[in-house]
């Protein structure tokens, strides 16, 4: 019995620990996507916070509506024509967030199952080294993305 209650201190101290760094260290907040066309490729932003006191890894993400989910980053190459990159694994920092949004980092969902239309909701689950696997809610909305400066594409005259 002695024994026992010497290692219930350290075995709940053990868990605690394991929960401050896996899946309740990560939050992620505004996921969101558009509505698509028949066969369209769809696309999620969203912000993901790391709250652990240790940096995570975004290693996969996957959903029921899609064959494939990635991340992929916009880049302007050295032409200076802006094209998509895949990201394979994204470090996320402790106490720390990763923007996902347009022009930039976001999710790509290829082979849909069916378009998505405004008001609709799908899971998205996005898979971390160490905190597991995080699924998420998405809701599908009409927006419109922040317009880019014109200044920045080649061939326009300004």
Do not use: C, W
Request: overall charge positive.
């Amino acid at each position: 019995m002695t024994k026992s209650l010497f290692l219930l201190p350290v075995l709940l101290g053990l868990a605690f620990t394991a929960l401050a760094e896996g899946q309740g260290a990560i939050r992620v907040s505004d996921a969101k996507s558009r509505p698509t066309i028949a066969g369209g490729t769809g696309v999620v932003y969203m912000t993901v916070v790391n709250q652990a006191a240790s940096d995570d890894e975004l290693t996969g993400l996957s959903s029921p509506i899609a064959d494939k989910a990635e991340m992929h980053r916009t880049v302007k190459d050295d032409g200076g024509i802006m094209k998509m990159d895949a990201v394979t694994s994204l470090s996320v920092k402790a106490n720390a967030s990763v923007m996902f949004g347009p022009g930039g980092l976001h999710v790509m969902l290829t082979g849909l199952k069916q378009p998505l239309a405004t008001g609709d909701s799908f899971p998205l689950t996005l898979t971390f080294a160490k905190a597991g696997a995080v699924t998420v809610t998405v809701s599908v909305q009409s927006f419109k993305p922040a317009p880019m400066p014109m200044k920045d594409m080649p061939g326009m005259k300004m």
